[in-house]
């Protein structure tokens, strides 16, 4: 099954299931995306990203979706395992430079097996 | 190829105190980032550095923090005079020069204030 809507800060599935992950950026100059995962105790890790000029990338497992009209971002699981039990967090560029991220609400992911 | 590498991992400081976090960017990477997480919350940006030069500061508070990245050595967070409030994870990230943007994180450092 899947789990899709708005943004939602836990998100619990069976393993196996698809997950999508939403977020919403504020930034519309933001020329690029990425989402990262964190596990406890450990810093963020890159997972995808995608820039504006695209709407749509894909990795091993995951996709990530960028609608720009709503600005609008998600990451799509495929077969959710219990090691992507996590929180995932959308990050957009900006800052002064242009090149820091800027960090949306995370999305804990729980994966039961 | 070493990660990136922050020490300590836990720090412990008592109000009043001073907390130097240490971040060294990975091997060929010249810029560096840190960024604060307060419990249950997503990473805030802080500070954006290159060698010998702060690039964006917009996210550092106005008082008691300082952060540099000199030619040699790591890229450091001062927070002077702690408080409880600064009780939190700091993360440090670095990048290749631009136009790569691609960020690597480390595994943060633990700030307790009593």
């Known amino acids: 099954g899947e789990s899709v809507g708005l943004h939602l800060p836990t998100l619990s599935v069976q393993e196996g299931d698809n997950s999508i992950i939403n977020c919403a950026y504020s930034n519309s100059a933001s020329d690029y995306f990425i989402w990262y995962k964190q596990e406890s105790g450990k810093g963020p890790q890159f997972i995808i990203d995608i820039r504006s000029n695209m709407d749509k990338r894909q990795g091993q497992r995951v996709t990530v979706l960028l609608n720009k009209t709503v600005k609008h971002l998600s990451l799509q699981i495929a077969a959710t395992q219990p090691g992507d039990s996590a929180v995932y967090f959308c990050?957009?560029?900006?800052?002064?430079?242009?090149?820091?991220?800027?960090f949306g609400k995370g999305t804990t992911l729980s994966v039961s097996s | 190829n070493a990660g990136v590498m922050q020490n300590p991992r836990h720090l412990v400081r008592r109000r009043g105190q001073e907390a130097r976090l240490r971040c060294s960017p990975m091997?060929?990477?010249?810029?560096v980032y840190w960024y604060r997480q307060l419990p249950e919350e997503g990473l805030k940006f802080m500070v954006y550095l290159q060698k010998e030069n702060i690039i964006d500061e917009s996210g550092m508070p106005k008082e008691r923090f300082s952060a540099e990245f000199p030619k040699e050595g790591p890229s450091i967070l001062r927070i002077q005079q702690v408080v409880r409030g600064d009780s939190a994870a700091y993360f440090c990230?670095?990048?290749?020069?631009?136009?790569?943007?691609?960020?690597?994180f480390g595994s943060g450092t633990q700030l307790s204030v009593l």
């Open positions: 091997k060929g990477h010249s810029h």
């Open positions: 990230a670095s990048s290749p020069p631009p136009p790569s943007t691609r960020v690597f």
């Open positions: 990050a957009e560029t900006g800052g002064q430079a242009g090149t820091a991220l800027i």
